[in-house]
């Protein structure tokens, strides 16, 4: 049980545009998930808090004008990267909380290996 | 504020010796305490969790860990390590007073156990 599930795995795009990440929880409702990125050999890096209806919670430092989040469902949330660049390639993983259980672990997908030409 | 501390980037150990992974935290009120593992180009598995009771936690494949409150800490631990244990392994905390559910992660700590 406690799955969650992300898509796409891998990603390569040019410079520019926009790339949609999508972070499911399979078995599970989730009232909160959140979204991550990791450098090579780092520990995971917040990014943002997202809660089933309303707006996510970003990080400081975090442009929320560049990573767009949505989060319209108990089981789907969705990460867009708005005219990416190089350095935005990274590791983006998504985790999610099932119900408003917070001494219950979070649940992680797989990430997705974003590559900026 | 939150934070964790695993004191070592790398840790070795020979197949069937026991390994140990370190781990200190410090919180503002009392802990949930978590430890996770991750394989290369994947995301965080769960494998234990302290959240109340009994301060020696078993959990998946093997590993335990032992909460510490005195010392803040959360070592997590296995009789006998395999090869397939060889992974990054992270030590999560948070708040049980927060509202936000967010964790707060060690910078990893791979793990190499050699045949």
């Known amino acids: 049980g406690a799955v969650v599930s992300q898509h796409p795995s891998w990603v390569i795009c040019k410079s520019g545009t926009s790339v949609k990440i999508e972070c499911r929880s399979l078995d599970f409702q989730a009232t909160t998930m959140f979204w991550y990125r990791q450098f090579p050999k780092q520990s995971l890096m917040l990014m943002a808090t997202s809660n089933e209806g309303s707006k996510a919670t970003y990080e400081q430092g975090v442009e929320k004008d560049k990573f767009l989040i949505n989060h319209a469902s108990l089981t789907l949330s969705t990460l867009t990267v708005t005219s990416a660049h190089p350095e935005d390639s990274s590791f983006y993983i998504c985790s999610a909380i099932q119900g408003a259980a917070y001494s219950q672990p979070q649940h992680f997908g797989d990430g997705t290996r974003l590559s900026i030409l | ?115």
Do not use: M
């Open chain 2, 1 to 115: 504020a939150q934070s964790v501390a695993q004191p070592e980037d790398q840790v070795n150990v020979a197949e069937g010796n026991p390994l140990t992974v370190k781990c200190t935290y410090s919180v503002s009120g009392n802990p949930y305490l978590f430890w996770y593992v991750q394989y290369p180009n994947r995301g965080l598995q769960f494998l234990l969790k302290y959240i109340t009771g009994d301060n020696l936690v078993k959990g998946s494949y093997g590993f335990e860990a032992e909460f510490n409150k005195s010392q803040t800490s959360f070592h997590l631990k296995k009789p006998s390590a395999l090869v397939s244990d060889s992974a990054l392994y992270f030590c999560a905390v948070r708040d049980r007073g927060s509202t936000l559910g967010r964790l707060y992660f060690g910078r990893g700590t791979q793990l190499t156990v050699w045949p």
